[in-house]
């Protein structure tokens, strides 16, 4: 994990354990506040420990929970927490969070003896117990995601290695000696034998997702070739040297392992921004999947009704880098759409490899109403959940449609998650006939992305989806 990745990842653990310590803080007294409600057998517990009953106001205990985060913060990260692998074995985790709950706790308690504070100790234990257990619950459901997020290949660094035989065989060797969780080594292609061709088929084949360039300065000429080759398809490019003038990508300096590195990228980068679209991506695409149920409910009785067959049509699309993926919507053609297609191919109205006609014979007549509204996409918020799209993003092609693509520079949109919604479809989807313009909406979206951007989209997509205008 290159270290700016790493920082944001440290950050964002840091303020959440932060926030679960002074819920743990919360907790404790809450409970104090209501032993007497509770049962007399807390009552018990908190004369055993210490204390009277008596419930005191939350706020004048407050400023323990200031200086308490901040401590557990600082613990954590002497006791190595925010230096653990990405996937750490529980002992280690659960040492760390032990060292750090008994020493805040013993602390406090040191310190409101001091302060002559009548604060039951049993307060006190307790913070200590249920900051252990909320940040240990974190870190379950974190380790769970990011396994079941590399099972499914969502957080797998899938890398070329290119450069001299020398070079990149002491780099593999370096990566297999570290922490290699999330990280796939591809192919290894020695610069000197092999071509650009060779690295464009790999990196379509494989749908890789960075590729490391190790070699010496005099290989220059070899290695500049390839940064070209990977700008265009969108795929980073991580530079074991110095850099070379570029068309598209920007240029940031990072470490890989402690290892000098020029990263050459022409697509958004990991940020605070990005955190946040996914955040938006999950809770937004749970709230719609709330807000919609019944609209699909009806959606799904239709079809059934309507028309024999299955009620979710599901087709392989190209995603993030290339990599296929299973795209769900509700099925408003007939059965034997696919096989007719070819039928239709002079009627194509648009340029390139994309298929789209009007008034397609194939659609049937409730799958109209749902094409007029969007309805048929609602299904693609469980693939939004899955993490195989967002919910802003040029739209996914049909893998077949992809591997028709004439020029390389169209893969570029490869480079982002697929969306629901982008530039495309607010901008008069029926009145673009050329594919390369619709390439060009896309590659301005990622050119130009912000948390801001996606937001805009959002709201334009909405009165377009109400109205049913622009859809096929």
């Not at 408003?332 to 009627?347: G, I, P, W």
């Amino acid at each position: 994990m290159l270290r700016r990745q790493r920082i944001i990842r440290d950050r964002i653990h840091k303020v959440v354990d932060g926030a679960l310590f002074a819920l743990g803080f919360y907790l404790a007294f809450a409970l104090r506040s209501n032993a007497e409600s509770i049962g007399p057998w807390l009552m018990q517990f908190f004369q055993l420990f210490g204390g009277t009953p008596e419930i005191q106001a939350f706020r004048h205990f407050a400023w323990y929970v200031l200086l308490t985060v901040p401590a557990a913060m600082i613990l954590l990260g002497n006791y190595g927490f925010y230096n653990r692998p990405l996937i750490a074995s529980r002992r280690q985790t659960i040492l760390c969070l032990f060292k750090t709950c008994t020493v805040l706790t013993v602390g406090i308690i040191i310190l409101m003896f001091l302060n002559k504070e009548v604060l039951s100790r049993a307060v006190i234990m307790l913070f200590g117990v249920f900051s252990f257990l909320l940040v240990l619950l974190k870190e379950e459901g974190v380790r769970w995601w990011i396994r079941t997020g590399l099972e499914k290949g969502h957080f797998e660094r899938r890398l070329i290695l290119v450069g001299t035989a020398d070079d990149t065989h002491s780099l593999r060797r370096q990566l297999s000696e570290r922490e290699r969780h999330g990280i796939r080594i591809l192919a290894e292609l020695d610069v000197n034998e092999s071509s650009v061709d060779q690295l464009v088929e790999i990196l379509h084949e494989q749908s890789a997702n960075g590729v490391v360039l190790a070699a010496r300065h005099t290989f220059f000429g070899q290695l500049e070739k390839v940064i070209h080759a990977c700008e265009l398809e969108g795929v980073e490019v991580w530079l074991l040297a110095d850099f070379f003038k570029t068309q598209i990508s920007r240029t940031t300096v990072d470490d890989f392992y402690g290892r000098p590195m020029m990263v050459f990228r022409s697509t958004p980068e990991m940020s605070w921004q990005a955190v946040g679209k996914q955040l938006i991506d999950i809770a937004g695409a749970l709230l719609l999947i709330i807000m919609v149920s019944p609209i699909m409910i009806l959606a799904a009785l239709a079809v059934r009704l309507t028309s024999p067959g299955p009620v979710v049509f599901k087709q392989m699309r190209s995603g993030l880098n290339g990599r296929p993926f299973t795209m769900y919507k509700f099925r408003t053609m007939v059965t034997d759409a696919e096989q007719r297609k070819q039928e239709l191919a002079a009627f194509n109205e648009m340029s390139g490899p994309v298929f789209k006609v009007t008034n397609d014979p194939r659609i049937t007549r409730v799958g109209t109403w749902l094409r007029k509204f969007s309805i048929d996409e609602f299904p693609q918020l469980l693939n939004v959940l899955r993490g195989e799209m967002s919910l802003v993003g040029p739209r996914p092609l049909p893998v077949d449609e992809t591997r028709r693509f004439d020029d390389l520079a169209h893969r570029r949109r490869l480079s982002v998650k697929p969306g629901l919604t982008c530039l495309w479809q607010i901008s008069g989807r029926n009145d673009v006939r050329d594919f390369r313009e619709w390439v060009r909406l896309d590659l301005e979206y990622i050119d130009n992305w912000s948390l801001w951007l996606d937001l805009k989209i959002l709201f334009r997509t909405i009165p377009i989806v109400l109205m049913g205008s622009g859809a096929k």
